[in-house]
């Protein structure tokens, strides 16, 4: 949704929701993590496994044309996700993630000058896990069962000039 609260102000909105409900699944992990025999389970109503129940963003935007060659622009932005499950198993999650955006600047028909900061707050998250089997030795016994998990972008300050040609 887009809302347009004054003459220069923008308001846009997004959501998901996605409930999920696993009736059956058969894997080899539900042996290895749960000791199902036959790494089957019927009726369990886990949720799906790299599939956030919530998920969605809010940003603010404000145009101001300055003269009639440059546009005065700032925008926030605010992504949320809930969490989610490495696998149908449903024992390791990610955990949920806030992160801000902001940014301000000037731009023309071909200059673009913006200061900029994403994850202003630095917020601490995994973007995803993955069971793998550790076949280099280095976890335990060639086999061992590890999670590889994705780490979340780091705060990141700078400025940025963008020239058309």
Do not use: W
Request: aromatic share 12%.
């Amino acid at each position: 949704a887009t809302a347009r609260l004054t003459e220069n102000l923008t308001l846009d909105f997004t959501y998901a929701l996605n409930k999920t409900k696993v009736l059956e699944y058969c894997n080899g992990e539900m042996t290895a993590l749960l000791g199902v025999p036959g790494g089957c389970i019927t009726g369990m109503g886990h949720s799906f496994s790299r599939s956030p129940e919530k998920s969605g963003t809010i940003a603010l935007s404000y145009q101001k044309e300055l003269n009639a060659d440059y546009v005065l622009f700032a925008r926030g932005d605010l992504f949320f996700r809930s969490s989610h499950y490495m696998s149908a198993a449903n024992i390791t999650e990610t955990g949920s993630a806030r992160i801000v955006n902001l940014r301000v600047g000037v731009q023309s028909d071909k200059n673009r000058f913006e200061v900029y900061g994403t994850n202003i707050f630095d917020e601490k998250y995994f973007t995803e896990l993955q069971a793998l089997y550790d076949l280099s030795g280095l976890s335990g016994p060639i086999g061992s069962r590890m999670v590889a998990a994705g780490l979340g972008k780091k705060s990141e300050y700078g400025v940025r000039f963008t020239r058309k040609f």
